[in-house]
């Protein structure tokens, strides 16, 4: 497997709950409330990962005691960006860490044959060029949808974009950082390998499915 470990924008959040979390979705005995439940739990474990380094300023409050200068979130608001149809099953965490988040979708589907992604829905903030981006999708298997969606993003307008994950297979880390070197990326685990059918090994199967008790 090819070694990411020294790559400053691929991020392996270890958190012993994040990992906890993410085998309860692998075991193939986990329902589909339990499997949705835990990718909103780990996709919050994500969040506050991928939005480590969003900038401040501060703002002169009034505690109950005091005046003082405090530091709270500046600029635009961020905009999530859910590739459809499994982005959604961790979109919801997201927000739940920062509920007044400007929301995107792209819709596109893995062509089954040539495993290239077709682009059949989008609609974004008018002003996402202005806005940090967090585009977000279960699994980064091939790389191929989430780098047709970056291009997207930046056609758009978009200029700061984080990709956040559960899971990867090397061959998705390495698509996405030779197309879009300036996107860090933020995942749980990067897998063994991606098989002929163009699934993540170990993996967890199909999360769209999953997620959303369809096969």
């Not at 979109?91 to 044959?113: C, Q």
Request: net charge negative; glycine share 8%; aromatic share 4%.
């Amino acid at each position: 497997m090819t070694d990411f470990s020294h790559d400053p924008g691929v991020v392996v959040v270890t958190h012993p709950l994040a990992q906890h979390k993410l085998t309860l979705m692998r075991d193939a005995r986990t329902s589909t409330g339990e499997f949705r439940t835990l990718a909103r739990e780990l996709s919050v474990l994500l969040g506050y990962e991928a939005m480590r380094d969003l900038p401040l300023e501060n703002v002169e409050i009034e505690t109950p005691l005091e005046r003082m200068d405090a530091p709270r979130l500046a600029g635009k608001k961020l905009c999530l960006v859910s590739i459809l149809r499994a982005g959604n099953g961790i979109l919801d965490g997201m927000l739940d860490l920062v509920p007044s988040a400007r929301v995107g979708h792209i819709g596109l589907f893995r062509d089954p044959e040539t495993l290239e992604p077709v682009e059949y829905y989008l609609k974004l903030p008018d002003d996402i060029g202005r806005r940090i981006c967090i585009v977000v999708d279960p699994m980064l298997a091939t790389g191929h949808s989430a780098a047709a969606a970056i291009a997207r993003l930046k056609q758009a307008g978009a200029e700061n974009i984080v990709f956040v994950c559960l899971l990867a297979a090397p061959q998705g880390v390495a698509c996405l950082r030779a197309e879009h070197p300036d996107v860090r990326i933020v995942t749980c685990a990067i897998d063994r390998e991606l098989d002929g059918h163009g699934y993540i090994r170990p993996g967890l199967g199909d999360a769209g499915d999953r997620l959303f008790g369809t096969k």
